[in-house]
């Protein structure tokens, strides 16, 4: 399957920092996403109490429903700006602390204790900090990873999960010599072989 020029495309930290600043974040829903809650069950295998990763999550009103629901959420994104938006636009009171294993990161907690976002890149985190999750709300990370960097999220993700972990992954299908990217395009051949 040809993946068009998207191969050699970068997108730096300081671009997705740049697209929160100016407002150009097409990418969030303001409603959440329908897959989400139709696959709801299969993420939650009927389990309850369980640790959620939301990688690259932005301010995804997800983290709020899953919370909500009495599990405990935890997210990574670059963005300050998305984050403070998130408790912002939730009305949820937060504290912020540093992440002593991770320069100038910062981790940002709902005083509720049940929603904890990280303020830093995902390939900062790891087990050790974070811990393992049972489950993974993965709506626009693998699309938004440089194609370069597919195999090192992959491997960090499959770090993070339990052995009976449920990995809930939405991509995009188009042409991709028609757009540059993000998102950018993961045939399913590459899906099967980066998580097996």
């Not at 299969?42 to 909500?68: H, Q, S, T, Y």
């Not at 939405?170 to 991709?176: A, E, F, I, K, L």
Request: charged residues 25%.
């Amino acid at each position: 399957s040809d993946v068009g020029s998207q191969k050699e495309r970068v997108v730096t930290e300081e671009e997705w920092l740049q697209k929160w600043e100016m407002g150009n974040i097409g990418f969030h829903k303001t409603q959440g996403h329908p897959l989400l809650q139709k696959y709801m069950d299969v993420l939650l295998n009927g389990r309850r109490g369980l640790r959620i990763f939301f990688p690259l999550c932005g301010k995804a009103v997800e983290m709020k429903w899953l919370a909500d629901m009495g599990h405990s959420v935890v997210g990574v994104e670059v963005s300050e700006q998305a984050v403070k938006e998130f408790f912002s636009e939730h009305s949820l009171p937060y504290c912020e602390e540093p992440v002593p294993e991770i320069s100038g990161a910062k981790m940002f907690q709902s005083t509720s204790g049940n929603i904890s976002l990280y303020c830093c890149s995902i390939y900062d985190l790891s087990s050790s900090i974070v811990g393992k999750f049972d489950g993974v709300w993965d709506r626009g990370a693998l699309v938004a990873v440089n194609p370069c960097d597919r195999q090192r999220y992959a491997s960090l993700m499959i770090n993070l999960v339990e052995k009976n972990s449920r990995y809930l992954l939405v991509t995009v299908s188009y042409d991709p010599n028609k757009h540059k990217g993000p998102p950018f395009y993961v045939p399913e051949s590459e899906i099967k072989s980066l998580f097996g």
